[in-house]
């Protein structure tokens, strides 16, 4: 008894309560004749589509700069990546290899005047962050029109300039991952498992960094700024390597997203893709400084689980599109329920 | 003056927090226009006393205390500080209380401001009343004027200099008009020299005017320069109750730092030493609340190297701008080759360790395990505890070698955990302080540096950390510079002490010197007055 309780206190009551509700809807599905399989091929998909971006969080918790609202910037390096490749038509693999290899420039750059920001705000970053992912956003909306993009799939047909909201992948690296090693098992249900290896390859280099000399200094100039610099780390340092980092994962995790996705989403599409991001982190029980692996991947299939599950099992017992509505309680009521712990976090 | 029967007694005052005596059967008189100069080391029981005097509500919450305070022939139980103020105490404390943004007058007069009442005082009460901008700038005039000195009543206060502002306190306790005592804990500690002697002069002027005043200093030769009569507090004990008269600086010295006179806890071998470990040459720390202006001396090799004086002084200050934690500078060589200062990784991979005062805020990782607290240093300085992985491509932590050197240091200084994987936060202050010299052991340092290494730890720990850095001191070879406002624990340890007095170093001495000679150093009398 003791030992469940001490569980539950460890694994926290709103991943309990989650976990739970997935598992209700699970069992609801059936009867409402939404089928088993695909939606476990869905949920399993939409894992893979968004767990980078979800790991792209942890360096940056881990260094105490807390939750990376600014991940528009990594998410927009991504973008860029992306449609330089089409713009190169580059095709297949090497597409999407070279869309990853195009962002990472823009990430490092924007990733490192991102740092020196929040190293000059440090208590305040999250606040700041949002701000800056924001307005970067928007002021990518300009530069989306007038770069100088002319591969005939991206732009405006009618003007034949400006890139266009919605660009297809197809034909280029649609499904890239999804279909490397994919393994059918009847109509519905497909394994994704090159896009799942992916994930779990970034997870372990993550995994691997984290347990290194500087992953380590990271660690604990997040845990205590003074104690690492006291030990003669360079707080700064960590701080710009970790905020490199989460935005290159940002970026990497929007290219993935994309051809799993099969769309490049330009102009505003970037800034409803940074709180399912942060709330997926948050639901896996990380705090905002400290967070793991398993929160990465507990968070993201519970959170993507729900978002999988709710719209075809709920709508179809209501009667109604309960789906956003759903998606944006969680996420804005998981982050603002892990911003009231801060208090908890000992100095 | 001092004449008719006390204005204020203390009797039989005793107050213990928790078990934890700080003031035992205290009793002394004040009468009227008497100043009374209260002097004693750092808790050595004054602000206590104060506390006392003043009803602060933080006695009553631990139980409050034994023995009577009598104001004019009544004894009297305050239970908050209004009650004090109405009896006629006054208070100027060390820091500011004073409004920036408002002006002398309006600070002299706050919430005793001259009013008269408007038409909506009959709905909203007081609050609503205008207020009489003339009589109140009459009052604060008058009051300074009692002060004897210059000071521009529509000045605000955020543009004064520190002196006026210390001034303006005064002055809004004389507007006062029941103020009949009058207590200032540190008066002078933030003005200048011509500032200070201003403010005695003012001091010795309102006592002229039948105001009873208890002056607390650690400036001895302010306190003899106009004390009537001076009580020295020692650890909760009035030591001497004295007039002054034929008082010497010297006598005060050993009244507040002695323990019992001749017991010497000095265990001094008379060791020499030749080679030079660490020359320190002007240097200058930027450390808040520990300034240090100039300060030059040299450590041997081998040798344990004190440094006391009291809290404020910069004693803090000289370890952590060694070691690149505040803005410094100056020169320091280490065995002939210069540290670069404002930078703390080059310090530690030159062989310095540090324990720092801050054991909380900088000496650990409260949210992470004991290996990860002991090892870390070492692994970011000298990249120890990590393993090559895939032929040296990259490496990883060892955590093996990490819990290997935990438990090894875990046996040796006796920490008390559940396990290595134990969180720093969950051990007690003792351990936690053992863990902070395994840190710094870790990165095995030719020098190490320690601060306040007992502060806030109990007796048997206390022995255990001495005790500890005597060993690695003797058996390693380490040289050792230890803080501490302990001057009883330097003498116990210590090869040489230094004292640090207002950022600079007072002076020099052997631990078997006279009790004295440390007390006059830590107040402030310059060196040649020692010799003298």
Redesign the interface.
Known sequence: MRNLKTFIEDFGWPRIIIFFFLIFLFIMAPFVRVRLDASISDVLNRFGQNAIMVLAMVPMIQSGCGLNFGLALGIVSGLLGATLSLQFQLHGILGFLGAIALAAPFALVLGWFYAKLLNKVKGEEMTIAMYVGFSFIMFMCIMWLILPYNNPTMVWGYAGKGLRTTITVEGYWLKILNNFLAIRIGQFFVFPTGLLLFVGLFAFLMWLFLRSKTGTAMTAVGSNPDFARASGVDVDKMRTISIIISTFLGAVGIIVYEQSFGFIQLYTAPSPMVFPAVAAILIGGASINKASMVNVLVGTILFQGLLTMTPSVINSLLQTDMSEVIRIIVSNGMILYALTRKIKVSK | MANGSPLLSIQHVSKDFYGNVVLHDVSFDLREGEILGLVGENGAGKTTLMRILFGMPVIAETGGFQGSVIIGGSEVHFSSPFDALDAGLGMVHQEFSLIPGFTTTENIVLNRESMRPSILNDVFGDRMSILLRDKMRERAEKAIGKLGIELDPDMLVSEMPVGHKQFTEIAREIDREQTRILILDEPTAVLTESEAEVLLQTLKRLASEGIAIIFISHRLQEVLAIANRIVVLRDGHVVKDTPNEHVSMRDIASWMVGRSLGETGARSEGRKFSDIALKVHHLWVDMPGETVRDVSFDVHKGEIFGIGGLAGQGKLGIPNGI?G?FPAGGEVILEGNTVPLNA??????MGMG?V?E?R?????????SLE?NIA??A???H?QY?KKVLGGL????DERAMEDLCKEYVSLLDIKCTSTKQKA?ELSGGNQQKICLAKAFAIKPSLLFVSEPTRGIDVGAKKLVLDTLHHYNRDFGTTIVMVSSELEELRSICDRIAIVDEGRIAGILPPTADISEFGLLMSGAAMEAVNA
């Open positions: 070691m934690l703390p990784a080059k310090a530690l991979a540090f720092s801050d909380r805020g900088v000496g650990l990782l409260l949210d992470e990860w870390f240093t692994m970011q300085v990249r990590l990259f490496s990883q932590r936060k």
